[in-house]
């Protein structure tokens, strides 16, 4: 499968910024997962739905319609691409992101869009469990304070309430969480080549992911 390409990593490593660009230079389809689950919570906030109570989660999860259009994601027909970027969101969406009822909602799906091939697919993931059998599999990740540094410039305009210690400590709580997961967790395996963005410029981290394509 070397028309896909998995690049996974922690909370701000880059992956979005990255996976959009290289997708661009390719001419590939880019596919955000994490914009997925970001949709399930904005989904599970607006219905009030406590997403420990595996009935009502598993209902909305039969009925919810999540779909892409180009860069959009929609929610049952309303577009959420702004609304789902709040921290608050982030923070819920890494929490149903545990949920293996979750999980298993959006595998079938990611996959569905991955075997359209010639996609960018990014998240915690997608090399480990959407895809295993990718050829090209990459691993972004940079120093926590880096990647606080980075989310906080992203939320300051969104949220007044944001501050880079409460954004460097949202992370710590986010890696563990993901890394400790029983579905799924983050993960770095030997057949994915290992990228640390902390010093280096978008344009590098993109050069260097160029150079590995099988």
């Not at 915690?124 to 980075?150: Q, V, W």
Request: glycine share 6%; hydrophobic share 35%; aromatic share 6%.
């Amino acid at each position: 499968m070397k028309d896909v390409i998995t690049i996974d990593g922690p909370s701000g490593s880059g992956k979005g910024t990255i996976s959009k660009l290289l997708a661009r230079k390719l001419g590939y389809n880019y596919l955000d997962t994490g914009a997925l689950y970001r949709a399930v919570a904005w989904k599970v906030k607006e219905k009030r739905v406590d997403p420990d109570n595996d009935t009502d989660l598993k209902k909305l999860l039969e009925n919810v319609k999540i779909y892409f259009k180009g860069d959009r994601i929609f929610v049952d027909g309303k577009d959420v691409s702004s609304d789902i970027r709040t921290a608050e969101i982030g923070e819920l969406s890494s929490q149903v992101s545990a949920i293996p009822a979750v999980r298993a909602a959006l595998f079938s799906l990611q996959r569905e869009m991955g075997l359209q091939g010639k996609v960018v697919i990014e998240g915690r993931d997608t090399g480990t469990a959407i895809f295993p059998e990718a050829k090209n599999k990459f691993y972004l990740d940079a120093d926590i304070e880096e990647r606080a540094r980075r989310r906080y410039e992203e939320l300051k305009g969104k949220d007044p309430e944001a501050t880079l210690e409460k954004t460097i400590e949202d992370i710590r709580i986010r890696d563990t969480r993901d890394s400790s997961r029983e579905s799924s967790p983050l993960m770095k395996t030997d057949d994915m080549v290992y990228i640390d963005s902390t010093h280096i410029s978008i344009d590098d981290v993109v050069a260097k992911i160029l150079d590995h394509l099988k």
